[in-house]
């Protein structure tokens, strides 16, 4: 699937995430900013990569900003901000839903 518009889904709230993402044309590029990161890298983007791989997402910008969310959170996040961005899921979509 592509990626058509800039979405975002959660917040920037304690034990949540903050996911954007936005059109990209040279595969994946995903920026974390997270209060854990040093710990919880490999984790937050094995989970940002796993939601993108079921939806055979090859060209984003994605932009987490975590304040220490569980797996289950990152997922649902990222999946719900992919699917408003493609048009399956109404929400935030920057004034477009």
Known sequence: M???????????????????????RNGREIDIDSS????????????INTVLDKYDIADIHLIAKDKGALSCTIVARTETAVLRSIGLQKGTGYGTN
């Open 2 to 24: 592509e990626i058509k518009s800039i979405a975002q889904a959660g917040t920037f709230e304690s034990s949540d995430i903050l996911i954007m993402v936005e059109p990209a």
């Open 36 to 47: 854990v990161l040093i710990q919880y890298q490999d984790l937050l983007l094995k989970e």
